[in-house]
């Protein structure tokens, strides 16, 4: 910065600054004036101006918009959606103009008299809400009032969420509404049926989904102000007389200096001890939304939906998710960024090739989105395959093989072989049955799936005589299981456990002359852990090994599960190869020879 006297004179001082802090100035200071280009996201800070302010021009980013609700606000959401429609070519391909309506819609061309409509098989736009039931909903259809409802709903006498939800797709331009708890007629068992059938073409359908990410309960509501950072810190900004050139690249015409405001939003504090504590790292798992399970394939399955987060407003859509109004949002990665492959929200898509790339990508994005949804909370227990059956609907028209219970056919012996985090916390199997021991639906907590190492071979230790699951709705082939089994012709090897206190895993021993291994390693290099699912099985010491595959490379294993004796047979039947296993956990060892040169003979084991 030059000579203090070769400096234009500062416009007049703002009563709010004090003489010394104004002559600074801060403009100067901060090195604004030494960029090039309009300012945005540093290392350690981002400078936001508000989009009204005479430093708009200089500053690209903007402040978070924090009155969600504002008619300025959904205008500027509107122009936003309206952008995705006219020029992504990648949403274009997925989302259908002119879809089917769903059965029942909310008409909100009067949001203070909405009403219930029969769509009638009529085809057109309608909107979608994503929200936390969270408490009973006394105002929900049943077959006692539907009747009353097609003719007028008292807005009174809905939760707040719902009457929000109302309120922005009438700001947004848009007529109809779907909701859950008024578009299905919740005492019907068949008409729940029949609509849970269709809720993968209700979201995948919808023009927009709305998203209240923000709300615990239907009763919050989620059009409420945001709180801003109580960590930014708002400057005064000296203007140049002459603004940015315009997009068109013609130069700005010069005007008289003015002062605007120019907002500092820390993204770190540190601290005396040398540490450092993040600030406004926006993470959508933390998200009351982010906790329900239904929720999760109401994300996943919305080609395009608008976020009303704890902070701000987001639009999500198949080609990027951003904040409305151009500010700043510095997130955690999470696993909420991902988006479905296009291929599944097309209703005509043809299936991918099994065995080549695009079927593993696939596959794999399946097991990514478990992972997610296997952390979330299901309202009713029961309803753990239910709630992401329209997902799971969605992946089996594209992957063309047998959903069984949460795992697929084409790739089973792979699937089988889900196993818990690696840490202290493990899973819950549930005390009502749900699933089969050896499906991820059979416990509570967040499962990580076998995922495909590129360029590693996994030559196949077992196979799989035959898998059944019993459906309770045969119609509802993605829904509710109350049986299955699992037969498969592997090696049985018996095992004890013992327990080794770090990370919950166990130490595996077997008879010295089953454990031949493939290179001629000492015993105490022998690497030979269990992870056992749930804390009510870490006291097993007698179980055995099924061993499924290997893992050739760089770095070679051989994994498989660990399983007890189940329940006897109704019949009473002891012989061994009639015997019920149930899974007890996994386990992943150094190759070993499993089978002594073939002396140890393959028998049919039993899983249920």
């Known amino acids: 910065m030059g000579p203090k006297n070769s400096r234009a004179p500062l416009p007049p001082k703002p009563s709010s600054v004090c003489q010394t802090c104004w002559e600074g100035p801060f403009a100067a200071h901060l090195g604004l004036f030494d960029q090039k280009k309009p300012l945005g996201r540093a290392k350690d800070r981002t400078l936001e101006g508000h989009q009204d302010d005479p430093a708009a021009p200089y500053i690209n980013a903007r402040s978070p918009i924090l009155d969600v609700g504002s008619l300025q606000s959904l205008s500027i959401a509107k122009a936003l959606i309206d952008e995705c429609v006219e020029t992504h070519e990648r ?185 450092s504590t993040d600030l406004n790292y926006y993470d959508r798992n933390a998200e009351p939304i982010s906790a329900r399970g239904w929720c999760l394939q109401e994300l996943y399955m919305s080609p395009r939906a608008l976020i009303f987060t704890s902070e701000t407003l987001q639009l999500r859509c198949q080609t990027k998710t951003q904040n409305v109004g151009n500010a700043i949002c510095v997130t955690h990665a999470t696993a909420s960024e991902r988006t479905l492959p296009d291929a599944l929200f097309r209703p005509d898509a043809a299936p991918v090739e099994h065995g080549s790339e695009e079927w593993f990508d696939v596959h794999a994005r399946w097991g990514d989105i478990m992972k997610d949804y296997a952390l979330r909370a299901i309202g009713e227990p029961s309803d753990k395959l239910v709630a992401c059956g329209a997902i799971a609907e969605a992946f089996q028209r594209v992957l063309r093989s047998d959903y069984l219970a949460g795992l697929w056919r084409a790739r089973l012996l792979w699937d089988l072989l889900w196993h818990r985090a690696p840490s202290l916390i493990n899973l819950v199997r549930v005390a009502k049955y749900r699933a089969p021991s050896w499906s991820w639906a059979a416990v509570d907590g967040q499962v990580f799936m076998w995922r495909r190492q590129a360029f590693t071979e996994t030559p196949v230790l077992a196979e799989i005589v035959r898998c059944e699951v019993v459906l309770k709705d045969p119609e509802l082939r993605f829904g509710q299981v109350t049986g299955g089994y699992l037969l498969l012709r592997a090696v049985l090897v018996r095992c004890d456990l013992r327990r080794s206190g770090g990370w919950g895993w166990h130490e595996i021993a077997v008879e010295e002359d089953e454990a031949v291994l493939e290179e001629d390693k000492p015993e105490t290099h022998r690497r030979m852990m269990a992870f056992v699912d749930d804390e009510a099985d870490a006291g097993i010491e007698s179980a055995w090994l099924v061993p499924l595959l290997e893992r050739r490379g760089q770095y070679q294993s051989m994994h498989g599960l660990v399983v007890v004796l189940a329940e006897p047979e109704p019949d009473g039947t002891t012989a061994q190869n009639r015997k019920a296993y149930r899974r007890i956990g996994t386990f992943d060892t150094d190759i070993w020879d499993v089978r002594q040169g073939g002396r140890v003979p393959l028998a049919e084991i039993k899983l249920v």
Not at 134 to 157: C, K, L, W
Not at 171 to 200: N, P, T, V
Not at 210 to 239: K, N, Q, W
């Open 91 to 275: 949403c274009r391909k997925v989302v259908d103009p002119d879809p089917l309506l769903p059965t029942r819609l909310i008409d909100c061309v009067d949001p203070g008299f909405p009403r219930l409509v029969a769509t009638k098989g009529r085809r057109g736009s309608y909107l979608a809400l994503s929200y936390v039931w969270g408490e009973a909903q006394p105002h929900r259809t049943t077959t006692t009032n539907i009747s009353a409802y097609t003719n007028g709903i008292d807005p009174s006498v809905l939760p707040q969420t719902i009457r929000d939800a109302i309120r922005v797709t009438h700001g947004l331009g848009f007529r109809y509404l779907w909701a859950d708890s008024l578009c299905i007629i919740q005492d019907s068992d068949e008409d729940k049926r029949s609509e849970i059938g269709r809720m993968h073409r209700i979201y995948r359908s919808a023009h927009l989904t709305i998203i209240a990410a923000s709300a615990r309960r239907v009763s919050e509501g989620f059009l409420h102000t945001r709180r801003a950072s109580p960590y930014d810190i708002t400057l005064p900004f000296i203007c140049p007389r002459s603004p940015p050139a315009r997009a068109d690249g013609a130069a700005g015409e010069a005007s008289a200096r003015r002062v605007g405001e120019v907002c500092i939003h820390p993204q770190w504090i540190a601290r005396g001890d040398s540490s």
